[in-house]
């Protein structure tokens, strides 16, 4: 078993080694103090509880910080997990110190309505404190690392949990910091739980090939420094094998074996100089063969984590690929420890609040706007996804998030610009606003002062938190009418869903007592908050469903149903269906006022089987029974969402879809199907017909129609024209 004393030589001997000048007095101080207030607690195997925070301590101290950011790590869970106070820490030590501890401390309140509520409180209040002082973090990924280097004594599905956590948050938010080495210990340590038959499978295989790999990567290590020296190029060189998780993800994305993959050595050539840099560059490319495409510049184009390197993808004598990186020592240095060895160098505690991290200021934006899921959601995209960048008309950079389209551009350059935008260009082309912009792109938003502001499609588009956050920020101000409307059909549809008395809200005797629940001055206040997707249903419900549920078990809420059931009528009788409110011919269950639309995805027509969906901001959405896009039904996250629909006892209205006819090509074809609808006395809103490789044409009609028995007979006049083969239905 680990011992106190073990550890404490080691952080100290880390702390000797790493960060001379260090107040080893105060830290001596720190660690009997911690000691002394975890004095009773053990780890889970059975060591003293002081052991983790000495191991977080040293880990801190490896990256070369500060006297204050060991201590924090120190202290690190004597406010979460004793009686010690924000205030003793502040009084003994520093408030300083004590402000770095609070910052690592997770949230202890437990009326949580699930985990990712927990889970995304804890990160907001740890991006607050990393705006504030960088080292928050720092000594919150230490934490983790220890935790994951341990994590063999936590049940299996504890291990499954927060190794879950560790790929999705903790190791890109490492990656995102920088720091490579920590984000390539935490890949590799949640691999080990997550897959560990793959994990073994690949650790086994290295093993097994181990001699055989240092062989070549000796014979290539002696020709790059023999090279180099003869040159006089002083450096240092040395080889390794890439990751395990790197190799993992590279065999799942490549669908490969190991034995197929080549590409898994990396070099690296660390000399004195940027200049020497390029120059071993040229050397490199003498000696081995480079593969076009391989090579990327990170010292003239550095990434946004300030990772410098020149990278290179050569071919040897062998026939094997591998890679080169060349940097120099500084450049190493933050590879490897990124924002750690930036604040060591730049010497300042607030690193977070310089124009290299201002993205931490963007994930606060606006927060409280946003749902748990959704923030986690798009914490993942903003922060640990690859970037894209392009440039402003006057060649301002701005990076967005990969896969961002104008919306997203036009939303980081201001609010103002995305709430009046009509349009995009791209390289000086028109493009649709959904188009996803690539690096290098020039991008100008073009806009009006009549425009209406966003769509509410938008929020679906779109790729950035911060744009989402300020398309709802709009929505919550300019639509509010029109979200209540929204908001309440879902919050109605919900509560039904569950089984629950709509009745009970409006009740005096219980409104106000549910309405404190949720937080919130009114119940117009709750529908207009989801109607913006600022709340969504299912998690306003969740919050008060028990307590109505218990207020349910005491005097009964005067609900219809409940007062006198002998009175009930079968809803689907025909006077019930007489006394709903039909919207564009169509018959919402249980409401009465919304809007309609229909979709775009199966146009369905009077006669359809139909069914509705609530969405966000445009009211039920009107789908036929077996289009693709309603398998969701069966998703306990979207069931709610899914109501009961019927077609109102009206032919009038016409109604648009689309046939898509498969066709063997021929001379004159085209002319029969228009004569052939012109004889149907169809109305046509639109027809294009397009050659395919394989001799067959596909020609695509939309139309009106009034029911599905006028479409099927149209359909069947046209299967009647030779050469037609087919005729489904298709998008609108």
């Not at 890109?172 to 080495?181: F, S, T, V, Y």
């Not at 076009?292 to 050569?314: A, C, E, Q, W």
């Not at 996804?385 to 440039?391: L, S």
């Not at 039904?633 to 109102?648: E, F, G, K, L, N």
Request: hydrophobic share 35%; glycine share 6%.
């Amino acid at each position: 078993m680990e011992t106190f004393e073990d550890h404490y030589a080691s952080m100290v001997d880390t702390i000797t080694r790493c960060m001379p000048g260090a107040n080893l007095e105060l830290i001596d101080r720190a660690v009997h103090y911690a000691d002394a207030k975890h004095e009773y607690q053990k780890r889970k195997d059975g060591s003293p509880y002081i052991i983790h925070p000495l191991a977080v301590a040293e880990i801190v101290a490896e990256m070369g910080l500060d006297t204050d950011a060991v201590l924090g790590a120190i202290l690190h869970d004597c406010i979460e997990d004793t009686d010690a106070s924000h205030d003793d820490i502040a009084t003994i030590f520093s408030p300083t110190v004590a402000e770095l501890v609070e910052g690592v401390t997770k949230l202890t309140r437990t009326d949580f309505t699930s985990q990712e509520e927990k889970q995304m409180e804890n990160l907001r209040k740890m991006f607050m404190a990393m705006s504030k002082d960088i080292r928050v973090v720092l000594i919150k990924i230490a934490d983790r690392l220890h935790n994951m280097r341990t994590m063999q004594y936590q049940t299996p599905k504890k291990q499954i949990i927060k190794c879950r956590e560790t790929m999705d948050i903790y190791a890109p938010l490492a990656h995102r910091l920088g720091m490579q080495k920590m984000k390539w210990e935490l890949e590799d340590l949640a691999l080990r739980y997550l897959d560990p038959a793959g994990y073994a499978e690949l650790t086994d295989h290295l093993s097994a090939q181990k001699d055989q790999d240092e062989n070549f990567m000796n014979s290539i290590q002696f020709t790059i420094k023999e090279k180099l020296s003869e040159n006089g190029i002083h450096n240092t060189t040395y080889g390794r094998i890439k990751h395990i998780y790197s190799i993992y993800r590279k065999m799942k994305a490549q669908n490969k074996t190991l034995d197929e993959l080549y590409d898994i050595y990396a070099f690296r050539v660390i000399v004195d100089s940027e200049i020497d840099c390029y120059n071993v560059l040229g050397h490199i490319h003498t000696i081995f063969t480079p593969i076009p495409g391989r090579f990327k510049d990170y010292i003239s184009s550095p990434k946004p984590n300030m990772y410098k390197s020149l990278h290179t993808t050569v071919i040897g004598k062998q026939g094997i690929p591998f890679e080169v990186q060349i940097r120099t020592w500084e450049m190493h240095e933050t590879a490897e420890y990124g924002i750690a060895a930036h604040w060591k160098y730049k010497q300042k505690a607030g690193a977070g609040s310089e124009k290299e991290f201002e993205w931490v200021r963007r994930l606060l934006e606006g927060q409280q706007d946003t749902d748990a899921e959704d923030y986690l959601e798009s914490l993942k995209i903003d922060m640990f996804n690859d970037q894209v960048f392009v440039f402003t008309p006057k060649g301002k950079v701005v990076g967005l998030p990969a896969g961002a389209i104008p919306i997203d551009f036009a939303y980081m350059i201001h609010s103002g610009v995305g709430n009046a935008m009509v349009g995009a260009k791209v390289n000086n082309r028109i493009v649709n606003i959904d188009t996803k912009l690539r690096n290098g792109d020039i991008v100008e938003i073009l806009t009006s002062k009549s425009a209406r502001g966003p769509s509410r499609d938008w929020l679906t588009i779109c790729k950035s938190n911060q744009a989402r956050t300020k398309i709802k920020q709009w929505f919550k101000k300019e639509k509010r009418e029109e979200n209540i409307v929204h908001g309440k059909a879902s919050f109605e549809a919900e509560m039904k869903r569950l089984n629950l008395p709509v009745s009970v809200i409006s009740d005096p005797n219980y409104s106000s007592q549910l309405l404190e629940k949720l937080a919130y001055a009114a119940w117009d206040d709750l529908y207009a908050a989801i109607g913006y997707g600022g709340m969504t249903a299912a998690k306003a419900v969740g919050k008060i469903q028990e307590d109505i549920k218990k207020l349910l078990k005491g005097p009964t809420v005067p609900d219809p149903d409940r007062i006198n059931p002998g009175l009930r009528i079968n809803p689907d009788s025909e006077e019930v269906r007489r006394n709903r409110h039909a919207i564009n011919g169509v018959i919402v269950e249980d409401i009465d006022s919304c809007m309609i639309k229909f979709s775009k995805c199966c146009a369905p027509v009077p006669g359809d089987d139909i069914i509705g969906f609530i969405t966000r901001g445009y009211g039920v959405s009107v789908h036929r029974s077996d289009c693709p896009n309603t398998l969701t039904r069966t998703d306990p996250r979207q069931a709610a969402r899914w109501v009961h629909c019927s077609w109102a006892n009206s032919d009038e209205q016409p109604f648009d879809t689309t046939l898509e006819l498969e066709c063997a090509d021929r001379d004159g074809l085209v002319m029969d199907v228009s004569t052939a609808l012109f004889a149907a006395k169809v109305r046509m809103k639109g027809f294009n017909a397009a050659e395919m490789p394989d001799g067959r044409s596909v020609i695509t009609i939309s139309f009106e129609v009034r029911n599905v028995a006028e479409l099927n007979k149209i359909r069947s006049k046209l299967l009647s024209i030779p050469n037609v083969i087919a005729a489904k239905r298709g998008q609108y």
